[in-house]
T-cell receptor, first 115, second 115 residues
Framework: SQTIHQWPATLVQPVGSPLSLECTVE??????LYWYRQAAGRGLQLLFY??????ISSEVPQNLSASRPQDRQFILSSKKLLLSDSGFYLC??????????????FGSGTRLTVV | AQSVTQLGSHVSVSEGALVLLRCNYS??????LFWYVQYPNQGLQLLLK??????LVKGINGFEAEFKKSETSFHLTKPSAHMSDAAEYFC?????????????FGKGTHLIIQP
């Protein structure tokens, strides 16, 4: 069966520090991968998506970047965190072409607080 | 571009009462619509999805939703609320266009169950 792992679950980082959040998927190959951010009162915002290794599309200009060094690994990074980067970050995956049938599966999220 | 609007950031109902969470969509193409539930500090769990088959869609935990094209709505209902239904609910529409598929979410509705 397919599973998705996200870590860490919670993170408190000072302003200006770097960030690395990791997401891995098991039990499938060549998934579409997504990073969402959930900020208080703003719903979920799609940040990045990837259709393959090294292929990253950004949805909004921001202080963050994403990488996909391996087929089932998706990393969210920042060189210098801002206070506005605080939020709940969710990774998700779907099987290409089947998102309508199987839906999109989300990880358990990372709560990031920038202080 | 596709979008969804959830009416009411907070909805409070008594235990045993009808639950109605409203979602209206905007889409230039036939929409594919989803409802997700999020419990505190957890990821999102798929409740149900509409993919152009039956207009009345049944999901998990006794929830259902009806797709009404004339009203551009996809409201979520449950006949009798249970305390365990207290959570955040998100309506989402599938994005269309180039690149990966993915979802655009509403801002969410926090469902409160009164004993």
């Amino acid at each position: 069966s397919q599973t998705i792992h996200q870590w860490p679950a919670t993170l408190v980082q000072p302003v200006g520090s770097p960030l690395s959040l990791e997401c891995t998927v098991e039990g499938t190959s060549n998934p579409n991968l997504y990073w969402y951010r959930q900020a208080a009162g703003r719903g979920l915002q799609l940040l990045f998506y990837s259709v393959g290794i090294g292929q990253i599309s950004s949805e909004v200009p921001q202080n963050l970047s994403a990488s996909r060094p391996q087929d089932r690994q998706f990393i969210l990074s920042s060189k210098k965190l801002l206070l506005s980067d605080s939020g709940f970050y969710l990774c998700a995956w779907s099987i290409p072409g089947t998102g309508l049938v199987r839906g999109y599966t989300f990880g358990s999220g990372t709560r990031l607080t920038v202080v | 571009a596709q979008s969804v609007t959830q009416l009411g950031s907070h909805v409070s109902v008594s235990e045993g009462a009808l639950v109605l969470l409203r979602c209206n969509y905007s889409s230039s193409v036939p929409p594919y619509l989803f409802w997700y539930v999020q419990y505190p500090n957890q990821g999102l769990q798929l409740l149900l999805k509409y993919t152009s088959a039956a207009t009345l869609v049944k999901g998990i935990n006794g929830f259902e939703a009806e797709f009404k094209k004339s009203e551009t709505s996809f409201h979520l209902t449950k006949p009798s609320a249970h305390m365990s239904d207290a959570a955040e609910y998100f309506c989402a529409v599938r994005r269309s266009g180039g690149g990966a598929d993915g979802l655009t979410f509403g801002k969410g509705t926090h469902l409160i169950i009164q004993p």
